[in-house]
C-alpha cells in the first residue's frame, strides 16, 4: 500500500500511458522548444493533481507515464496538456506558426 495515491474519499494507483505527435511528425521538438513543452506539460500536470512518473520528448512525439486521479478522466488530462502546450508553443514561437497554421500543433 505504499505507492497508494490517496484524496479524501479514494484510495488509488490510476496510471495511463499516453502517446501523441506532432502534426504532420514534423521534427520541432528540439532545443528550447523541447524544454519549454517539457516545462509546460509539467505545470499543467501539476495544477490538476497529476503526477508525471515518466516521460520523454522527441522530436516528432511525447511519451509520458501519468497517475491520475479518479475524478479526472484520461481524455481531459490529455485535452489538458495538449490545449494549454499547443496555444503557449504558438504564441512563444512564431516560426511554430509558419508551419502549423489554425491553431494545430498536436495530432
Not at 502534426?23 to 490538476?48: D, F, Q
Amino acid at each position: 500500500m505504499q505507492n497508494y495515491r490517496k484524496s479524501s474519499h479514494a484510495t488509488y494507483d490510476l496510471k495511463y500511458h499516453v502517446i501523441w505527435i506532432i502534426k504532420y511528425r514534423k521534427p520541432v521538438l528540439a532545443g528550447k522548444i523541447a524544454e519549454r513543452t517539457r516545462e509546460l506539460i509539467r505545470m499543467v500536470c501539476k495544477n490538476n493533481e497529476v503526477e508525471i512518473l515518466s516521460g520523454h520528448v522527441s522530436k516528432d512525439h511525447i511519451h509520458i507515464l501519468v497517475s491520475a486521479p479518479p475524478h479526472l478522466s484520461v481524455s481531459k488530462v490529455v485535452q489538458y496538456i495538449k490545449g494549454y502546450s499547443s496555444i503557449k508553443l504558438l504564441m512563444e514561437n512564431k516560426e511554430l506558426n509558419k508551419q502549423f497554421w489554425g491553431q494545430h500543433t498536436w495530432a
